[in-house]
């Protein structure tokens, strides 16, 4: 492989701003050809390839690496962090329902939209523990579907819905208080966190609270025939992201709500939503709303780890520099 300077690449990312200019040849790497698979439902992707290793390349929520990563999967990922989003409107409720406020679902079963592992879960649950002293531990969770990661198994209160189910049929019913990782449908349902949208970017401005969901893995067989291989990807995808906010930097705003769920599954609020999201992310921060290396987002991995671990995702503690490709540990861009 490593005298092969066009190896070719079965590649898998849901086209969007910060990698347009891949997806449309604009920007290739030098050592290799990208061949792009279009999984119309990303998760299905997720699946797929820490199942089976199915792409040399892939997409994949930042949670479900880590939980693959732990169970011996054999992909590493990039320091490049495509998705960013704020998740305080991932949890909702019924209006005429008990649960006024988070501290409400102590004591309740609460549903999560597929496995306990994704990545808009873990940190709605975040939330829910950090700003509003909820005990994740007093509240039963149920699931939808299973973990992409088959090997793992999930705490004790956590429970599979029953077959023929809906989440959105048990919330109306009274069997569920809350879900997460739906997107809110007034007048029908609502978000737990008031003015979810503003709260994020509040938790942004206060405390440098800014969620990553998704990263790029690449097989290690490729990275172990090729060790110069992940700088390479990492430079591609750095220079397709910085054409990207140059354009949002040049271009007029248009606004467009952004509070929703961002893990693949067809539910996120599209370009217009994601644009509005990083101009208002450089409004408040005066930087790249996309930064890509560990420097710049050491914090907020390690806060992922903290609450992976609380919420018995993992059960032992990796170092960042050991989630990524050693050619990139020093890159950024």
């Known amino acids: 492989m490593a005298d092969d300077p066009k190896v070719r690449l079965k590649t898998v990312t849901r086209t969007q701003g910060a990698n347009r200019a891949l997806k449309d040849g604009s920007v290739q790497p030098r050592r290799a050809t990208f061949e792009f698979e279009e999984v119309p439902v990303l998760v299905h992707a997720f699946r797929r390839m820490v199942r089976q290793l199915e792409f040399d390349v892939c997409e994949m929520a930042l949670t479900t690496y880590l939980c693959a990563k732990a169970y011996g999967v054999r992909m590493t990922a990039l320091p490049v962090f495509l ?144 060790p110069g291989l992940g700088a390479d990807l990492f430079e591609a995808f750095a220079e397709a992201k910085q054409r990207y906010v140059e354009q949002l930097r040049r271009s007029p705003e248009q606004g467009a709500s952004v509070n929703g769920t961002s893990e693949g599954d067809g539910r996120s609020e599209g370009a217009a939503g994601q644009d509005f999201m990083y101009r208002r992310v450089m409004e408040i921060t005066g930087g790249d709303p996309l930064p890509y290396g560990i420097e710049p987002n050491a914090a907020m991995i390690e806060k992922l780890l903290d609450h992976a671990l609380r919420q018995h995702i993992l059960t032992e503690r990796p170092s960042v520099d050991a989630l990524f490709a050693p050619a990139t540990r020093t890159l950024a861009g």
Request: hydrophobic fraction near 40%.
């Open 83 to 226: 998705v960013r989003g704020f998740h305080h409107g991932a949890v909702v409720r019924r209006p005429d329902g008990p649960v006024r406020e988070p501290a409400d679902l102590a004591g309740t079963r609460v549903g999560v939209n597929r496995g306990y592992t994704v990545t808009t879960g873990v940190w709605a649950r975040a939330i829910l523990a950090e700003e509003h002293g909820v005990d994740l531990e007093r509240i039963t969770w149920v699931v939808s579907d299973d973990d992409h990661v088959e090997a793992y198994r999930p705490p004790g209160n956590v429970e599979r819905m029953e077959p023929g189910r809906a989440l959105d049929e048990l919330l109306d019913a009274g069997a569920l208080s809350a879900v997460v990782g739906v997107t809110a449908h007034p007048p029908a349902t609502e978000s737990l966190v008031p003015e979810p949208e503003e709260a994020g970017f509040r938790a942004l401005a206060q405390r440098g609270f800014y969620p990553i969901n998704h990263t790029i893995v690449v097989r290690d067989e490729l990275l172990d025939e090729d």
